[in-house]
C-alpha cells in the first residue's frame, strides 16, 4: 500500500530533550515537506527536499533540522525543543518537479512540549 | 505573496442539509493550484481535489462538488445531503508553480454535522 508513514504518533517530552519525528514514505518520490498545524493557522511549512541531500527552509525553520541521505526518509529534528513546538506535525511527498503531484500526507504526529 | 482566505471557522449544520464552504485566495502567479483536504476527528489528511488555475470546469463526486471562479478567486466546495461522516476540518491550499512547492493553506473550516 502506497502511504507514508511517521513515528512516534504521540510524543511528550521536556523542554531541551533532543527529539527526532521520521518520516518515511514508499512511493519513490523525490520531493518531501514537513508542516506544523496550529489552531487557527492551518498547515505552515516548516523544511522541504527536492531530492536526496537537496533540503531548504520553508516558512517556520528555526528550531528545526532536517536530513535527506535517502529517498525514502525526510526526518525532523528539535535539537532543542521548546514549548512553543508543541504543534502537530505533517509530513508530505509527492513526485518529481515537472509532475506537479499531489502532496500526500503521512498520519501526523502530535508534540508536546513541556 | 499567496494567500488563502476560509473565512467560515466553523458551521453546524443537521444532516441532509447541503453546505458550502467557502474558499478566497490570492496570487499574482497565472499557473497555481488549488486543493481541497479533509481532516477528520482522527487527524490524518485525506485529499479530496486539485484544480489547475487553467480549469475552471466545476467538478462533481458524488455528493461533493467545487465551483472555481478565476473572476473571483474563489474555489467553494459544496456537499450536499450531508452526514455526520462528512464532520471534520476541510482546509483549501494553494499551490504556486514555484521552486519551494509548498501548500499554502487556509486557516481550515470546522464541519459539524448533526444527526
Known amino acids: 500500500e502506497a502511504q507514508v508513514t511517521q513515528n512516534p504518533r504521540y510524543l511528550i517530552t521536556v523542554t531541551g530533550k533532543k527529539l527526532t519525528v521520521t518520516c518515511s514514505q514508499n512511493?519513490?518520490?523525490?520531493?518531501m515537506s514537513w508542516y506544523r498545524q496550529d489552531p487557527g493557522l492551518g498547515l505552515r511549512q516548516i523544511y522541504y527536499?527536492?531530492?536526496?541531500?537537496?533540503?531548504d527552509k520553508g516558512d517556520v525553520p528555526e528550531g528545526y533540522k532536517v536530513s535527506r541521505k535517502e529517498k525514502r526518509n525526510f526526518p525532523l529534528i528539535l535539537e532543542s525543543p521548546s514549548p512553543n513546538q508543541t504543534s502537530l506535525y505533517f509530513c508530505?511527498?509527492?513526485?518529481?518537479?515537472?509532475?506537479?503531484?499531489?502532496?500526500?500526507f503521512g498520519p501526523g504526529t502530535r508534540l508536546l512540549v513541556l | 505573496a499567496q494567500k488563502v482566505t476560509q473565512a467560515q471557522t466553523e458551521i453546524s449544520v443537521v444532516e441532509k442539509e447541503d453546505v458550502t464552504l467557502d474558499c478566497v485566495y490570492e496570487?499574482?502567479?497565472?499557473?497555481?493550484?488549488l486543493f481541497w483536504y479533509k481532516q477528520p476527528p482522527s487527524g490524518e489528511l485525506v485529499f479530496l481535489i486539485r484544480?489547475?488555475?487553467?480549469?475552471?470546469q466545476n467538478e462533481i463526486s458524488g455528493r461533493y462538488s467545487w465551483n472555481f471562479q478565476k473572476s473571483t478567486s474563489s474555489f467553494n466546495f459544496t456537499i450536499t445531503a450531508s452526514q455526520v461522516v462528512d464532520s471534520a476540518v476541510y482546509f483549501c491550499?494553494?499551490?504556486?508553480?514555484?521552486?519551494?512547492?509548498?501548500?499554502?493553506f487556509g486557516s481550515g473550516t470546522r464541519l459539524q454535522v448533526q444527526p
Open positions: 491550499a494553494l499551490f504556486m508553480d514555484t521552486g519551494r512547492r509548498a501548500l499554502t
Open positions: 508530505a511527498s509527492s513526485r518529481g518537479f515537472i509532475e506537479k503531484e499531489t502532496q500526500y
Open positions: 527536499s527536492m531530492n536526496v541531500e537537496v533540503t
Open positions: 496570487t499574482r502567479d497565472t499557473t497555481y493550484y
Open positions: 484544480r489547475n488555475s487553467f480549469d475552471e
Open positions: 512511493m519513490n518520490h523525490e520531493y
